[in-house]
């Protein structure tokens, strides 16, 4: 039955979950949170069925007033999970409403859940677990509507054992209360109606610090210090934030800082952003990632794409957002540095996947039950920020002529432009065509000049040189730098100790991290155009800049990214030990596929050796992206 999203198997919208109020337990020894979802739906035309998706999730009973309802599991799709269809006890009317309580619970295997054993955590001391639900997993964590249409509001009361704390992308309310057996109960609301892939649960033995009149960062008491110092710009952000998108309607805004399992930089869950350990780079050289969360309290979780197929607009919308604060902290400089090393991570993408790669188009199709999952990639941030730089600059009336280019500050009617954006589509969803729509009716001129075809539906690197509109000034001395190594290493002075004429330690002396990090992406880049640095360079890259020596977890991922194309079979065990103390894909991937494809000798083999003891650690979706990677 064709159904309103191709990633849902749910009665939405004919039927439509507006709120849930939970009442649940945490069982560490079981691996499994039951209770009740009691879940209110509002009746959009008539219906005899309400239809949930699940997966992985066991129902024990339906009731509505009271009385038990008839249920059946369907079959179960490979990436969908089975629906759980539920019929009502008469046909209901258009407009016509009812609660139903479901009683359930999740399964060890629950893709949405990971369960930490301590000592994978930073105490050693107790369990801890913590949700990741986007895009699909809130199906495995309670049964929903798991469609980013399907918005509503929610409640909670969740049971876990002392002494540790249980946490939501919600308010909390009150204190926690004595819940008898060595257990305590946590109450929450979330009352900005939200997708049901930002409602997110963690539980584990965390204290918080207060770093803003309206956040505070949550973490184990191990590194709760140092987040609070790596993030303490987070009220400067919000501040920034809303000049540029509007109010905050979310209240709080809170950091959870997990253990280094976390799959991913961060994760926007609504007043409680989840952010990951690799990012505590000691000079808050990172702290774009909060920014870029933040900016999601507009783009992703007051206005959410309407199906996944519209991700860029999540994305692409959220990175433009948070350059653009950026701008406003840093200046000018750093957005178009940001911007640059954006577009490069782009380019090698595209490179990776191959210009012609569906993936690569900003408006993927997801028919056919595609999981989104495995569709993730830079393209809808980077692709779709540079569709945002180059609509806004087209807003400029004078075609797109790079002359007058200024993409950090862009115009006053595109910022304006923004704003009406959000408050176009606050509470509700938005799809690609929506957004066109707004555009040319508010700059018809401009649209009218916009290859909307090309941007949306075609594969490959945007089909304008979005480059061309970035100041390269402050990106120019990385870029020289990896220009003189690069022209080095293939003008063939090999050799022992090859290195340009005059190269020095000097030469990163004065570098920021970013600095840093952009010049061995532009490395990176040269490589990609099938061109691996020589091992000859890479070790006199070691000796004269202490490239290993690095703790960044950005410039490390990018060194042993480096190496390992050299063939350099010394950067196995660096890579081991980065594969074993983080689950973060952005890492995981790039360093099993590099150590998957190393000229040297055994890569292959010792990159299946070191999944093999490392993928209980990771994060399910992290564990299932890997293994797919390597083919295991
Ligand atoms: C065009 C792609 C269509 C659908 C993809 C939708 C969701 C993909 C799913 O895998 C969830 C992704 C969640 C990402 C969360 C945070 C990222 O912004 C982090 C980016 C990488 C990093 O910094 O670790
Ligand atoms: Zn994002």
Redo the contacts with the bound molecule.
Sequence with gaps: MPTFDPSSQSSYPATAVTHVAFDVDVDFDEKIISGTATASVKVQSQSSTLVLDTRDLHIERVQLDGADLTFSIGETHPVMGAPLVIELDKQMEKDSSFDVVITYRTSPSSSAVQWLRPEQTAGGKHPYLFT?C??IHARSLFPCQDTPGAKMTYSAKVTAPNPLTALMSAIPIGEPADAGDGKSSFEFKQDVPIPPYLLALAVGNVEAVEIGPRSKVWSEPEMVQAGAFEFSETEDFLKAAEQVAGPYVWGRYDLLLLPPSF??????NPCLTFV?PTLLAGDRSQAH?VA??IAHSWSGNLVTNKT??H??L??GF?VFIERKIMNKMYGKSVFDFNAIGGLMELKETVARLGTNHP?TV???E?AGGVD??D???K???EKGFAFLVYLEHMTRGDGDGPERADAANGTPEFAEFLIEHFQRHQYATVESDDFKAAYTARFPEASAQVDWDAWLTKPGMPPVDIGQYYDGGSSEASAELARKWHLCDVLGMGGEGTRPEGASAGDIKDFSSMQVDHFLLSLIEYRGGSHALSVNVVKSLDELYKLSEFKNSEIRCKWLQLRLAAGDAGAFEPARDMLRSQG????LRPLYRSLSKSKAEGGKKFAEETFAGARNMYHP?AEKMVAADLGM
């Design positions: 990741q986007q895009a799959p991913y930089g961060g994760m926007e990951t990632v870029h969360e996944w197929e991700f860029w999540n994305e959220t993936h900003l408006k993927p997801l989104p999952d569709v993730f990639s393209v809808p941030y973060r894909m952005k890492f979706i």
